[in-house]
């Protein structure tokens, strides 16, 4: 992928058939679906692919245990079925893992047992693997850190895992494979309209500040928490629908939660679910759900959030973490939807909304990660139908994704690129030393960073650092010290001065100290 050939594409095109706001999991997967299926689509990016909450998740491809418990049978349904998709389109990216989930009294393995027996049947041929209930000797034996006080046993049940960021760049590239053009750091500054009706958008580069007005059939709203704002762009009057909601995860070294498991808390003091979920060498623990009225792509995580995870973690784990050994902490907004008389956003439903305007725009909102492909599916019909274009099936369930590749070799560093690790070696082959390592406690090479921006379209440090290659997640600190060396080699390709890498450094730096303890 390449954003001058994009920009050029951009004005090549007269009118477009769909326009899609937003490249997150719901815009990137929109772009991907409209152009499988023949019609003329771009994709628009205010920040980076992924830059908001598509890159902030549990990592998790997931039924959703907690909905089930909640009696929303639909989506579980509707998101087994995902998961058992992406695990098939996207095989580089998605994974197969087994929960645990420990039990403190003699009916919780029993309680939890079954209602994880009827996950699996629900998942149906798709299903991952089958639930067993286990004793305390086995559950020690697959968790080493469990703290053993009252343990009685624990229910071991299978879904999916996954690396958020790099799915999404998957997606970004599906879609100009099947024809879409995909800018990042390009935002709406406003809709145009005709006769009442929705007719294009204007967009600026943010890089260059070069403004376009685009002619358009459809325009879809895929914003995440920032779809008021484009609501209101087309309704001054438009009354709020998103109720953000933050969740912060920390990140620690893997002896703290040694194994190959993860291992999922059904209930918090809060009546959430907590995870422990092995991620790139490292162990995520997470999540909060804290409504928030301010909103932002670098969302803070607030103390009380650090806390509650380090306090619940510690009431399961032996190995006991403390502020000291956090490498990284993330914070992300779940775009949820309103609903009348509910303040608790935990009690918000996560199934996704689709709201045409009167004047054509296509709003979808909400969802889950999982769900991507059908909230995707469902904006391209909502708008071929509401801005009259030819009717087109939807391909995607049968669609690889870009880098598909079966028979994974996942002690190769390289494995998270599927098909393209082999160019990536041959980079290596071309020039030895881009094998060198970007930082000693990262697991990156120079030759990633040169694929980042030659084939991954990253434009900034923070790019490479973040979402092409996962540094600023599993170790902030040693992304920080990556970033002169990381923003050297990028200078080098886009031909950028001395000026350039400096003020690359700056903001990295800024943004990656949100991802430290202070
Ligand atoms: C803490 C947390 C954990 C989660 N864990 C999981 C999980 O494990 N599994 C799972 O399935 N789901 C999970 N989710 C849910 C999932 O991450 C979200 O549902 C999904 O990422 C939302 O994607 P989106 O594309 O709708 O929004 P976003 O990813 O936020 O994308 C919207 C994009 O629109 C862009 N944008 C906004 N305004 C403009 C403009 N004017 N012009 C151009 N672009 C614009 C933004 O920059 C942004 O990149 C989690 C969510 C959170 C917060």
């Known amino acids: 992928m390449d954003r001058n050939t994009m920009l050029q594409q951009l004005q090549d095109v007269s009118e477009w058939d769909i326009i899609i706001i937003g490249g997150g999991a719901t815009g990137l997967g929109s772009a991907v679906d409209a152009a499988s299926r023949g019609y003329k689509t771009l994709l628009v990016e205010q920040a980076d692919f992924a830059k908001g909450t598509s890159s902030r998740s549990t990592k998790l491809v997931h039924g959703g245990v907690r909905y089930l418990a909640q009696g929303n049978i639909k989506l579980v349904r509707e998101a087994l079925r995902e998961r058992g998709l992406l695990l098939k389109n996207a095989p580089h990216v998605c994974h197969n893992l087994s929960f645990i989930i420990p039990s403190f009294h003699w009916w919780q393995k029993w309680y939890y047992g079954i209602g994880l027996k009827l996950y699996d049947v629900m998942a149906g041929k798709l299903s991952l693997g ?146 422990a979920v092995p991620w790139h060498n490292k162990i995520v623990l997470g999540t909060t759900d804290t409504p928030i009225s301010h909103i932002s792509l670098e969302p803070t995580a607030l103390k009380e959030e650090i806390d509650f995870i380090i306090k619940h973690t510690n009431r399961y784990l032996s190995t006991g973490v403390e502020y000291k050994d956090i490498k990284a902490v993330y914070a992300g907004l779940r775009p949820l939807i309103k609903i009348k008389g509910k303040k608790t956003t935990s009690l918000l439903p996560r199934d996704h909304t689709t709201i045409i305007s009167n004047s054509g725009l296509v709003t979808i909102t909400g969802g889950k990660w999982t769900t991507y492909r059908t909230m995707a599916k469902t904006a391209i019909d909502n708008a071929a139908f509401a801005c009259k274009l030819t009717k087109q099936p939807c391909v995607t369930a049968e669609l690889n994704i870009h880098g598909h590749k079966i028979n994974m070799d996942y002690a190769d560093t390289l494995n998270m690129y599927g098909s393209d690790a082999e160019k990536i070696k041959q980079l290596i082959i071309d020039q030895p030393a881009l094998a060198e390592k970007i930082h000693k406690s990262l697991p990156y ?8 921006v030659q084939e991954e379209m990253a434009m900034t440090v923070e790019d490479v650092l973040a979402r092409r290659t996962r540094a600023l997640f599993i170790d902030a600190g040693a992304a920080i010290e990556a970033a002169p060396l990381v923003a050297n080699l990028m200078a080098a390709i886009l031909q950028k001065n001395y000026d350039w890498q400096q003020q690359q450094v700056t903001a990295f730096s800024a943004v990656a100290n949100n991802y430290l303890l202070q």
């Open 445 to 452: 090479t120079k030759a990633e960073v040169v694929w980042a």
């Open 130 to 275: 089958k639930t067993k209930i286990l004793s305390k000797e086995t559950i020690q034996q697959l968790l080493p850190a469990i703290a053993t006080q009252n343990l009685s046993g624990g229910v071991l049940y299978h879904d999916g895992q996954f690396d958020d960021s790099r799915l999404a760049i998957n997606l970004a590239q599906t879609a100009v494979e099947q024809g879409a053009v995909v800018i990042n750091y390009c935002k709406l500054t406003s809709l145009t309209k005709t006769d009442k009706r929705i007719s294009g958008v204007v967009v600026q580069d943010v890089l260059s500040n070069k403004e376009y007005t685009l002619r358009s059939k459809a325009v879809i709203n895929a914003t995440g928490v920032f779809t008021d704002y484009v609501m209101r762009m087309d309704d001054p009057k438009h009354h709020a629908i998103v109720s953000p909601s933050q969740g912060v995860h920390i990140v620690v070294d893997q002896h703290f939660f040694p194994g190959e498991q993860a291992m999922m808390i059904p209930k918090t003091d809060d009546g959430r679910v907590l995870f």
